[in-house]
């Protein structure tokens, strides 16, 4: 690293050939699971008009060089505009003098990565060994790359997709189907539950898109879209009956999206929750039977910034 580098797109994604970005999440999920970083609460600012959120997440490694300051943005209107609907930076600083070290200019792909990278890494220890048929509730960024990682880890190119708008469901199918993918679109996401036993959700509803009524015995559900307080895909009863929740920080979970609604007034029912990198480290056992029901559900954490922060420039953080 220059003594300011200052990376943008195009540079970004040459960098990132070669890297293992769901072997770096294990890793991240595992050091912040052992307590050797540290992670503050995210920062949030919420917009109305037009809908979107910026999120602000910051930490470093107790061991590292460097501490790090990412942010990212959603704008939910944006692709009816041909513009993604994420975009962001990183910053990165020495943390001996709090000087600027580098400037990530990624305009969101490094969040897309590192988010779908964590949905793999749920699937490797949670989901069913044998996937007939991925569900995905969703149609943007995070349903696409969720899937694309998941190959990674759990081999199965069949996808049920269901969609509020059957517009971009259509774009959707169109650009799976482009990418070697089997696409077909379900009237329900009650019939994606009862068809699939690997489940993504990947919206910012602000209301449940699953019961647990429409859950199969020996399903998993990586719930990636409620990573705020206002948002919520899965119905409470879906955290409070399945065999086996985690998420990626009880601390921050507990504030926001499906444990914030599930256990909001009861803290102490945080403990019943696993944490993904003790899991991945051994400390807490995944998937047990082939019946049951387990559920992933991410906010996010800065420890994945400052990981793949660390990858692209090839240092450590």
């Given at each position: 690293?220059?003594?300011?580098?200052?990376?943008?797109?195009?540079?970004?994604?040459q960098r990132l050939e070669g890297i293992d970005v769901v072997r770096l999440m294990e890793e991240a999920f595992a050091a912040f699971s052992r307590g050797e970083a540290v992670v503050p609460v995210p920062g949030e600012?919420?917009?109305?008009?037009?809908?979107?959120?910026?999120?602000?997440?910051?930490?470093?490694f107790k061991s590292g060089e460097t501490y790090v300051v990412k942010i990212a943005s959603g704008f939910w209107?944006?692709?009816?505009?041909?513009?993604?609907s994420s975009d962001g930076l990183l910053l990165v600083f020495r943390k001996?003098?709090?000087?600027?070290?580098a400037v990530l200019n990624d305009r969101g792909r490094l969040t897309d990565l590192r988010t779908a990278a964590a949905g793999a890494v749920a699937a490797k220890h949670l989901a069913p060994e044998h996937v007939k048929s991925v569900g995905v509730i969703g149609t943007g960024i995070q349903a696409e790359l969720q899937?694309?990682?998941?190959?990674?880890?759990?081999?199965?190119r069949n996808i049920l997709v269901w969609g509020r708008n059957p517009e971009r469901v259509a774009i959707y199918a169109a650009r799976m189907e482009g990418k070697g993918f089997s696409v077909e679109v379900a009237p329900s996401p009650s019939e994606?539950?009862?068809r699939c036993r690997l489940l993504v959700t990947a919206t910012a509803s602000?209301?449940?898109?699953?019961?647990?009524?429409?859950?199969?015995?020996?399903?998993?559900?990586?719930?990636?879209?409620?990573?705020?307080?206002?948002?919520?895909?899965?119905?409470?009863?879906?955290?409070?009956?399945?065999?086996?929740?985690?998420?990626?920080?009880?601390?921050?979970?507990?504030?926001?999206?499906?444990?914030?609604h599930a256990f909001g007034n009861d803290p102490a029912r945080m403990k019943e929750v696993a944490e993904i990198g003790e899991i991945v480290s051994g400390r807490v056992q995944g998937r047990r039977s082939p019946s049951q029901v387990t559920v992933a559900t991410f906010s996010g954490l800065a420890v994945q910034d400052i990981a793949i922060a660390s990858a692209v420039l090839g240092r450590d953080a």
């Open positions: 690293m220059t003594p300011t580098s200052f990376l943008n797109l195009q540079q970004i994604e600012l919420l917009i109305q008009d037009p809908p979107g959120e910026v999120h602000i997440k910051y930490g470093y209107n944006n692709p009816a505009k041909g513009l993604s001996e003098t709090g000087e600027l070290a899937v694309e990682l998941l190959q990674k880890v759990r081999s199965c994606v539950a009862s602000p209301s449940p898109v699953l019961r647990w009524s429409d859950i199969r015995p020996g399903t998993h559900i990586t719930a990636i879209g409620a990573d705020s307080a206002d948002k919520q895909e899965l119905e409470e009863a879906i955290i409070h009956l399945s065999d086996l929740v985690v998420t990626d920080s009880r601390f921050q979970a507990i504030s926001r999206g499906e444990l914030g």
